[in-house]
């Protein structure tokens, strides 16, 4: 079968649900942030793919480039945040911080 | 400059209780012999004085007296600024020794006390850190500069007389 | 509920160990290092891993054989280390020694000085990071040695200097092989200073690092350029002279602070380097008065000093070297304790370490410039 | 050229694909990256022992020249020590990701106008991309070792690297400001014709705009020049494997076969490096003076002889490299820092903007 | 099955097998150096799909940034003794059944959409275009990138440099 | 900001400087001495492997008391009276057999104090540095210059003639012990 | 036709290749003896004390955080350097305006001391709690 | 299993050859654990500086025991520094070579007869190949050793020897 739009949209589905399996499953912070990152690459692989079978011109690829920015962004926010629970919690699990809370 | 006479005088007015003996018949020079249990505060006493002002201890080496059955400390005390310097030593008994340590007032006593811990086994009170210092920490065969001091035959499974 | 028991973990402290192993200990000196991030908390130096027993030796030996065993305690200063030992004999038995000795062991001891010296800075530029000034000064110190070597066959441990002597005349070369080696020298420590002294990386490296006050130096007991680096001009040679140094004229340098604080690791390095200067010009004056003479007329044949005791000191490349005698009379002194510069010197580490980098540790610690053979003895 | 004899040969394109870009990869590193392995390693020796007044190695083959055969030979034989704490797969697999790495960039070298590996049109900032996966191979080195000097060495290594790339990357912008170009084929292009049309002369052409920018060139060149020394980890920026304070760096714990690719990793690197920097600023591949083949007529002459100047301009950068270990101390962790981010990036950063404004004119 | 196919296939079979890894291994050290895999193969991927420039930038700042930065990260919150770094996972089973679901319908769903494909064009260099694009049409956006960038800047590092 | 640009200044300059010298360097010629090719001119007073001429030891012991390191070990055994041993080159009698004369270069510390006492200057320092050994055993010189039978017959002889005396004279035999330096230690097993 | 990633793909592969190549010949040739001492973590021949694996210093985190942005920030800039120069002054003013956006988080950590590394905290060793200066001021010239 | 490791029976000239590519590869790059223990450790030195230069018979100092083939035990080995070079040792990967420099390590030296301190001779913990003996043996005479010990590797063979 001649690869086409489907088999990169399979790649990114796959990719999609293995992230948020991470993130249902996992209890660290910063693999929770690996899933995330995970999701934003399927999402990056469904804008490029369509930019290259439909007919966007190049405005996937910008996307994609914004959300690879964003996710930079994101990803040191969210560490820093994770460092700072760290810090404070000594702890990066997530169930364990739902504990300590309150 | 002051010299040992004078130094003992001033050491005599300031502390009236304790004994000290001069020795200078020797060929080449004088000491003091003090008591080993009040050194440190005959030491506080030469290092703070301003008209002593021994800033500095150049060197602290124990000797076993074995014929007399004890073992003793020789302090060489300098002053940088005065250029004066003093020789005392003190006197401790072989089976227990202890002195008094002087690593408060001369920061640099450290580790030569540590040293004569090591090699004589002197008990410095009030060391902060007495633990040997050259031979390894597990040494067991006692201290090597006593006279009557005996070299095992094996440590950690090497051999080691020749 | 707030977890506190945990709280502000920032970095966990970590223990590094330097040594006995390592390139840059200078020797078999391990350290402990307690780190915080990079930062030092705590330096606990463990010494002892050359310890070669020589007090005991003294013991056992008769006076003149214990000489090439003080060789072997400052092995970059041996001649230091013999003219220490001979000085202090001397003073036990109260020998006067011609004065063509005194000058041959002044300028001995001051070749000597600028080849340990040579030492010193080429390790410590190796050790930060250059290369190549350790080779040069290497290779200075080779014409050094070939100076000692055309005097007494040996090239590191000479027992040379003897209680009451010289164990040779000077070779007939030496006087004119060594004032060649004067003129080659003076270029070669401009040369010096120009890849290193002031290489701006290295005064980066150096300068307001390892800051030694100098009331705490006396304190500690500090001697020899290390002391003199924190601005203090003290020198046993000017301050309680021995052998013939009293007629040179020379001068003692001191640190300035140049590039930082007075007292800190660039001043301690560049002290020596003036030093090298000023024991050139020792070494000539010497070598113009040198007076003729037999060398050995004063050996005793049989030394036996009257029961006694002795504390002789000498200015040694690293600091005040005393050697305390104790004698009972006999051919073998009773006690014999070295009172090792670089022995002294080694405990300041800890406190000068205290919050620097683990680098520092490498800086701090050439700068002091210890040998672990006197540390250990 | 290649691919249609290949493809001749097979009668089939992907296969004929596949086999010309095997062999078009194979080519640099057999016929190009371990001759100047031996040669750089045996010159950094030499170099270094003339500069201290000694000979380097003289006993093995006429003046040392056999040196490196044999280390390597030695090296293939060293047993390869794994220690029983270490973490076996990251640490067997660092090295190759080190050194595919660091191999990569070879493929967008243009070694001369017929030969380059990969034409990407991002050439350069596709090399900066796979020096991603060094920082990755160091990291997983220094931590898969269990050995605190591997894993501190590992991490100042990698902060260092990173640290290093921004001034590169502004300084390698300010000259696609300039070209218009990323690939570094192109830019090689571009500087034809004779020395003046470099861009450390400020690029071809003649006009006010050529003579406005050699300064900011020069400055240009000079920071990018310090900060690919740093990312290669070389004195005075060697940190990461100061043998004074942690021994050997991130490779404390190897021995043996991964040390040595190790070894070449940097060896490659520094070749690389310099070749970016002769590429950008010096012409690449260009003659300064003009092409013997030219003269003479004899076409096939000009790969030859861009090959060669390539390789002596690189070479000669590997030289100063060499020559700077050899004269400098090195920094300390926190100076090195310094220097990127408090003077590097500044400079490169006003160094753009200037630039940016020159080329409007 | 040309070439094109062979590599996607490998692309695709790299990026979701260390995605699998990623999220099931239970050492988080792990996790993070085969996150550099699964980066470097979706990478692979916009190469295929003629998104040169985005690849670059992927790599660049996915394996030289962000994954540096995850590590970095890992190894500051975990205590690490000689154990191996494990971490716990939650409610396993009910997840895996219910993403298996969510897979399912999501593959089923596009697998039966026809998407509307035009005729692929051959993919070229991409960057100029797009840097026409950022200065003209998106000229406000790449402003705004920049704001973000800034604030995210400031606010990490304070966030980070917060002493407890 | 002045600093700022001064540092700037001063770090190239001073890389620079530095960067001339070990350019200069580059093409001074080095000073290496390619040792196995060309061996370096030792001085006369050279210190290295000591050398004994036997044939001009008298056995006196001198040198192996003045070792710090006893690492000679000399073994003599008197002459009868009937022998001569002849004169050493000074003019000395010799009136021992020395059957043994071992140094071992594994201890000694190179420190020509042994030189010094001998009587007849039959001891000496040559300029051999040269002899590195793969067993140490090697390293201990036996400089005897009689065969092993012949030291075996010295020392019969001198057993017998003792034998042969305390015959004779049954007091004086306690007192003419041979007088054998063997060290015992030589003999103690090495680990 | 291999596209021209494909031959850097390839490039990256070969090395792979390479150095498994040569790891498994020298498998094929050096020996094995591995003891317990020998398998030891290297520690300048003392035990290993403690785990290096091990929370270390923040400072790394922050430049790896710096870096990311700035890399982000100047992989942005990319395309508008290659296109800019159509666009005559406006094309340049837009990213002029997200070069002083870079500069302006530049500045901004350089006055936070985020660009810092860690520097040594370091006071004198002292004993009798005299500022330095004057002590050397009494004994500079004894 | 390496082909180090084997044993042949018989030797043929394939393996004749291998074998002295390999023995000359190993006797020509000898790379040190640059360590040191005392006064000899100096004129170590002083062999890798330029007088002498180490470099010449392809002698670098190696601060990793990990890249090492040849360890010189320079001084002497007290018996709290004997197990860490014990330990140094073990962690150098095979072929590994030892030379012995100085009266010290060859047998304690001037210490042996008083050291309560010092190990008597370094192969009493490990195996020594070559015995150099001086205090401190002059530069040459540790090149000498050098040039010894690669006459030692020159001849060792994969073949094993009846005995
Ligand atoms: S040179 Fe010294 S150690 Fe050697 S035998 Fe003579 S006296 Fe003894
Ligand atoms: S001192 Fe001279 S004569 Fe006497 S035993 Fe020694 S070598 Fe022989
Ligand atoms: S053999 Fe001699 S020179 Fe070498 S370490 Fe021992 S005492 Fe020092």
Redesign the interface.
Known sequence: MEVGLNHFLVVSTLLFSMGIYAIVTRKNAILVLMGIELILNSANINFIAFSRYGNFGLQGHLIALFVIVLAAAEAAIALAIVLNIYKTLSTVNIDEIDNLKD | MKNTEEILQALKENFPDFSFELKSDLPVEGFIICNPLVIDKISHFLHDNPELNFDSLINLSGVDEIKANQLSVYYHLESTELKHKLVLKVVTDRNSPEVASVTDIWKGANWHEREAYDMFGIKFLNHPDLRRILMPYDWEAGHPLRKDYENPEFYQGMKVPF | MINTKSSAIRTEEMVLNMGPQHPSTHGVLRLELALEGEIITKVTPHIGYLHRCFEKHCEAMTYPQIVPYTDRMDYLASMGNELGYAVAMEKLLGIEVPQRVEYIRVIMAELQRIASHLVALGTYGADIGAFTPFLYCFRDREKILHLFEITCGARLLYNYIWVGGLSHDLHPDFVRKTRDFIKEFKPTIKELNDILSYNKIFIDRTANVGILPVKTAINFGVSGPNLRASGIKWDIRKDDPYSVYSKFDFDIPVGKGTHGTVGDSWDRYFVRILEMEESLKIIEQALDQLPDGDVQSAIPKRIKPNAGHVYGRVENPRGELGYFIISDGSTTPYRVKVRAPSFVTLQILGELCKGYMIADVITILGSIDIVLGEIDR | MMYDFFVDLFGNTVIAGIASGILMSLLPLFLFILPYALFAVLAERKVSAHMQDRLGPMRIGWHGWNQTIADIIKLIQKEDIVASDTDKPLFNFAPVLVFAGSYAAFAAIPFSSYYIGSEVDLGIFYIIAVTGLVVAGILMAGWASNNKYSLLGSMRSVAQIVSYEIPTMLVVLSLVMVSETMSLHTLSEMQTGYFWNWYIFGGPGFSLTKFLLIPSMLIGFIIIYISTLAEVNRVPFDIPEAESELVAGYHTEYSGMKFAMFFLAEYANMYAVSAIVAALFFGGYQSPVGYLGNLLGVEWLIPIEQFLWFAAKGLFFVFVQMWLRWTLPRLRVDQLMAVSWKYLIPIAFVNLIVIGFITLI | MNLYDLMFYLFAALTVISGFFVVTNRNIIYSGFFLLFTFFGVAGIYVLLGADFVAIVQLIVYVGGILILLLFGVMLTNKITNVEIKTGTINIYPATIAIGLLTGSLLAALINSSWLTVSTAAPEPTTKALGTMLIQEYALIFELLGIILLIALIGAASMARREK | MKEYFSNIYTALVTIFIGMKVTLKHLFVPSVTIQYPDVKPELPERERNRLYVNMDDCIGCDQCARACPVSCIQIETTKALPAEDLGKTSNGKKKALWVTGFTIDFSKCCYCQLCVFPCPTDCIYMTDVYEFSEYQRDDLIFDFVTLTPEERQQKRDNLAKFNAEKEAEKLKAAAESKPKIETEQKKDQPKE | MLTEFGKAFIFILIAMIFVIGLVFLSKLIRPHRPTKEKLLTYECGENPEGSPWIKFNIRFYVVALIFLIFDVEVVLLIPWALGYKAFGITGFLVGLVFLVLLGLGMAYEWRKGDLEWEKPKVQPPMINKQPVAEVEEELLEV | ?????KEFTDGNIVIAKAED??N???L??LWQ???????C???M??TS?????F????V????????A?IIIIS??V???????????Y??M???KYIISMG?CS????????????????I???IP??????????????L???L??LQE?IRKTSLVKKST
């Not at chain 8, 500086?49 to 230069?53: E, F, K, N, Q």
């Open positions: 299993m390496g082909l180090l490791d590519l390999m000359w590869a190993r020509s790059s654990v640059s360590f040191g223990l005392a006064c450790a100096i004129e030195m002083a500086a330029s007088h002498y230069d470099d010449r018979f392809g670098i100092p190696r601060p990793s025991p990990r890249h083939d001084g002497t007290t018996l709290k520094m004997a197990t860490r070079i014990k330990r140094l073990e962690q990967p095979e072929p009266s060859n047998s304690g030296g001037p210490y042996w007869e008083h050291g309560y301190h010092v190990l008597k001779g192969d009493r913990v020594v190949d070559v015995y150099v003996p001086g205090c401190p043996p002059r530069p040459e005479a090149l000498e050793g040039i010894k030692k």
